[in-house]
């Protein structure tokens, strides 16, 4: 009886230490802080985050020079780097916004396909976009997005016509991407972006003065790397 009364005032004791101590070394663990058991996802404290990508520009192949019948225009693809913040309002809505930089080679073709190049100008196009990211997927995180660009033209060059000036404007932007995390502050990204993106633009060639519609509607396909704080 002795025996078993001792065996139960050790449980006791036992029992007593693993509620003192149990929450205290949950509370200094930091995984168990950041990851939720139940779905698996990995959550950060801070509400910002950062990206690097390069991205792709593919553009549209369309336009035209008003009062010229059969002319076209056709531009230069590229790739740059870019840098992105978002912004966590909660797990699921972020606002991102994108910055970068390039350049597009504008040509001639169709009925002004005898112009050749025509001009260059760089692109600096911000994109701002609220996006609904999905969290039940662990790692894996997918979002959608849609937002409103404003693209700024701007070292503009002229290659066979006496100038040329592209003008600054608004348009639409829709996105689609993921995250996949590694741990709980690193991640990587794949992110596509469609632009629809219609400039009005002057030219002068041979002494007159022309004015037109370049229809460049860019895909930005980027894949970078995450950080989020």
Do not use: C
Not at 65 to 92: K, Q
Not at 207 to 219: I, Y
Request: no cysteine; charged share 15%; net charge neutral.
């Amino acid at each position: 009886m002795t025996k078993v009364r001792m065996v139960a005032a050790q449980g006791a004791i036992a029992l007593i230490v693993l509620m003192g101590v149990g929450p205290q070394a949950l509370a200094a663990d930091p995984a168990q802080r950041y990851i939720a058991q139940d779905q698996g996802t990995v959550e950060a404290s801070s509400p910002w985050q950062i990206r690097v990508r390069a991205l792709g520009v593919k553009t549209n192949d369309s336009g035209y020079v008003g009062g010229i019948a059969g002319s076209n225009l056709s531009y230069s693809d590229t790739v740059t780097p870019e840098f992105d913040i978002s912004y966590f309002f909660t797990e699921n809505i972020a606002a991102e916004l994108i910055l970068a930089t390039t350049y597009a080679n504008v040509d001639g073709t169709g009925a002004i396909g005898a112009l050749g190049n025509v001009g260059k100008v760089w692109i600096l196009p911000p994109t701002l976009t609220l996006q609904y990211h999905i969290t039940h997927f662990g790692a894996f995180r997918p979002y959608v997005g849609a937002g409103l660009n404003y693209t700024v033209f701007y070292n503009q060059s002229v290659g066979s016509a006496d100038a040329l000036h592209v003008k600054n404007t608004f348009g639409a932007a829709l996105q689609v991407g993921f995250d996949y995390m590694v741990d709980r502050h690193w991640g990587v990204n794949v992110d596509v972006k469609k632009l629809f993106l219609e400039p009005d633009f002057t030219v002068k060639v041979a002494g007159a003065d022309l004015k037109g519609k370049a229809k460049l509607d860019p895909w930005l396909i980027g894949a970078g790397v995450t950080y989020r704080f």
